[in-house]
């Protein structure tokens, strides 16, 4: 089993919707837990971290469920810009563990 | 304001050849990773290092041997390279913090034929 498996995708939304999508992680014992973003064929960049009282930056919206060991990532009012593949990450022992990340697609 | 470089970006290398990749970082991080990146499979941690001179391995490192004399550089390297090692390399480097950001290098595109 992958220690952190995503929703590859591919999310095919238009302007201006919202599209939300999981992660789930195997590690019970993960500390801590981010959204990277990752444009096609560049390096990953921190979208947000993660925390258990759920957090918002702008559009973005992430919560985090400990007991069902699960991170979701919710994107409002959808832009062009917005369209990336998104990575869920965990953080074990300073090892981050990725997963395969989920491709959303913001159509005109 | 550099960040995390990598050097090369771009490699061909034939079945057998040896080379390094280096990652360097101005950042004064403590910690630093080579992960590397095939189509489906997501980021896969090789090697990592949670200061100079120590090393420890991580998911996949058969194949590869890393080095960090240097706070500021991580090295990885490939002693007999095989197809199967074709990739995308990504090198990072955090704080020695779980919730602090990793930042990454730009990658460098492997292609072993």
């Known amino acids: 089993r992958k220690e952190v498996e995503q929703d590859p995708g591919p999310f095919n939304v238009p302007e201006g919707a919202t599209v939300a999508f999981n992660c789930t992680y195997s590690?019970?014992?993960?500390?801590?837990f981010f959204w990277y973003r990752q444009d096609c064929r560049k390096e990953p960049k921190l979208l947000m971290s993660v925390y258990s009282s759920g957090n918002e930056d702008g559009r973005f919206t992430a919560q985090l469920n400990r007991a069902s060991q699960y991170i979701s990532l919710l994107i409002r009012d959808s832009k062009l810009s917005d369209s990336a593949t998104y990575l869920c990450v965990v953080n074990f022992d300073y090892k981050l563990s990725f997963g395969a990340g989920t491709t959303v697609t913001v159509r005109a | 304001n550099a960040g995390v470089t990598q050097t090369p970006k771009f490699r061909v290398l034939k079945t057998g050849q040896s080379m390094t990749l280096l990652c360097a970082q101005d950042m004064n991080h403590e910690y630093m990773y080579w992960y590397r990146q095939d189509p489906g499979m997501g980021l896969r941690l090789i090697h990592y290092?949670?200061?100079?001179?120590?090393?420890a391995k991580g998911e996949v490192p058969d194949g590869y041997n890393v080095s960090r004399l240097k706070k500021q550089n991580f090295l990885l390297g490939l002693e007999s390279a095989a197809p199967s090692q074709t990739s995308v390399y990504f090198c990072?480097?955090?704080?020695?913090?779980?919730?602090?950001?990793?930042?990454f290098g730009q990658g460098t595109r492997l292609t072993v034929v």
């Open positions: 290092s949670v200061g100079e001179g120590t090393t």
């Open positions: 990072a480097s955090s704080l020695a913090s779980l919730s602090t950001e990793a930042f």
């Open positions: 590690n019970s014992a993960s500390q801590s």
